[in-house]
């Protein structure tokens, strides 16, 4: 594994890895390491079953769009060397690959900032893996296949836990005895990468906000919404795990504990049982019946998706009170991620639960996905587009060019963003949802 090697200049590969997928941006950078600029990303998907490649590039222009079902063996670390030869074909000649950064989805206690993949490091990942056991084995094994297939790539791995490391305690706490707390039973929160990402951008757009009170609603199909003071997370709604909190595209959100007592007892589930029922069969597909995905439900005439809807804005909204009441009021509302920033029907069915905070949306300008969705009288509500492969590929560049420590603060500003921040070429599917 390279551990010594600088990235200044070259191609950056961002892996967000899960089980039967892969998603990719590669972003050329330059000079010395300041400017970060996509040129085109990508997704390997159905691994396992009939895997397929396709790939933009940042002006989402079609690049690949192919079967890999001949080369499939039905597993990730069999298919990313594939993957990395056909991004070195499709590099510029004057541009070589040059380092990679992961997202990985648990830092645990201890790794609040990204690390340099070492040795030690990748012992502690694999520690993690009971913590968040969907997830981080296949980010590991990732990190695996490419400090074996290509050792002489520097690699770094940023954590979607990170963000929320400085927390108070009484939000990190679960009122359960204290010796579980200290083995590790505890709120660790995710979505920190996304959430990273907008408090920076409201550093450069909105720095009156930067230093306020705002409740950010990340909502694609993992949903949280985060407190963020002064650019901190002071509260989110994630906690131990990836369920907690509002009901998400397959998983149930925070439910009454009992009843998963009462699951074992009455219909004797196992651990295999509610693992399948809270991640998989849950949330907007179990209370509609009909699909996790917000747009089938919001062009559907069925009443159950009506209620799955309903349903989950009133519990976005109830959310938004609780972080407002963690932060002691509330400045702002952001939303974002793929509900957040394109259904003006999930923001207006949240907001009108939250008239009583002074929130009142303008309907032209929700219509139209603008930046300021609320009236001129109201607390203002904001659309950003996230871009979590942006902050990935800056936190691997930071750390190979040793500026990582002088950026982790909130006052680092985004340096070298592509556009707008719009996440110009970020894949629509994936890999890895939190
Ligand atoms: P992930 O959590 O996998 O990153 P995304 O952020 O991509 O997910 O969000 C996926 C969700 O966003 C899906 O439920 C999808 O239906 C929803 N979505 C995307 N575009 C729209 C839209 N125009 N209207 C409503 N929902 C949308």
Not at 80 to 101: F, K, V
Not at 400 to 411: F, K, Q, V
Not at 421 to 427: I, R, S
């Amino acid at each position: 594994m390279n551990v010594h090697a600088n990235l200044t200049s070259g191609a950056l590969l961002v892996l967000n890895s899960g089980s039967s997928s892969v998603k990719f941006t590669v972003f050329r950078v330059e000079p010395e390491g300041r400017e970060i600029t996509p040129l085109f990303a990508g997704q390997l998907t159905g691994i396992g079953t009939d895997a397929r490649l396709s790939a933009k590039t940042a002006a989402r222009e079609p690049i690949a769009d192919e079967s890999w079902a001949d080369r499939d063996t039905g597993s990730v670390p069999v298919l990313l060397p594939h993957l990395i030869s056909w991004i070195e074909r499709h590099l510029p000649a004057d541009l070589p690959l040059m380092a990679a950064g992961h997202r990985v989805v648990h830092g645990g206690a201890n790794l609040h900032h990204p690390e340099r993949i070492t040795d030690d490091v990748l012992a502690e990942l694999e520690t993690l893996i009971p913590l968040a056991p969907l997830h981080q084995p296949q980010n590991v094994a990732a990190i695996k296949v490419l400090a074996e297939s290509r050792s002489d790539l520097p690699q770094v791995a940023c954590f979607d836990t990170a963000f929320h490391h400085a927390q108070p305690a009484h939000a990190t706490t679960y009122a359960i005895p204290r010796h579980l707390t200290e083995a590790g039973i505890r709120r660790y929160g995710f979505h920190g990468l996304s959430y990273e990402y907008i408090a920076r951008q409201l550093l450069a757009t909105h720095p009156d906000l930067a230093t306020g009170r705002v409740v950010v609603a990340h909502l694609g199909n993992g949903s949280s919404l985060c407190a963020i003071k002064d650019g901190t997370s002071i509260d989110t709604t994630m906690g131990f795990s990836v369920l907690e909190g509002v009901p998400m595209g397959t998983r149930s959100g925070g439910l009454d504990p009992g009843i998963l007592i009462y699951l074992m007892r009455k219909f004797d589930m196992d651990v295999n049982d509610l693992e399948r029922l809270l991640y998989h069969q849950s949330g907007l597909l179990g209370v509609s019946g009909v699909s996790n995905d917000m747009r089938v439900l919001l062009g559907s005439s069925d009443p159950h998706c009506a209620e799955a809807v309903d349903l989950f804005c009133l519990r976005v909204a109830k959310e938004v009170s609780a972080l407002a009441c963690s932060m002691g009021g509330i400045d702002a509302l952001v939303f974002t991620a793929g509900i957040g920033e394109h259904s003006a029907a999930v923001r207006a069915g949240v907001c009108a639960h939250l008239e009583w905070l002074g929130i009142e949306l303008d309907r032209a300008r929700n219509a139209g996905d603008e930046a300021l969705i609320s009236t001129d009288a109201s607390l203002p509500v904001h659309v950003m587009a996230t871009d979590e492969e942006f902050m990935i590929a800056r936190h691997t560049v930071d750390v190979l060019t040793n500026r990582g420590d002088a950026r982790h603060g909130p006052a680092a500003q985004i340096e070298g963003a592509s556009g707008s921040g719009e996440g110009c070429c970020t894949a629509p599917a994936q890999a890895q949802e939190t």
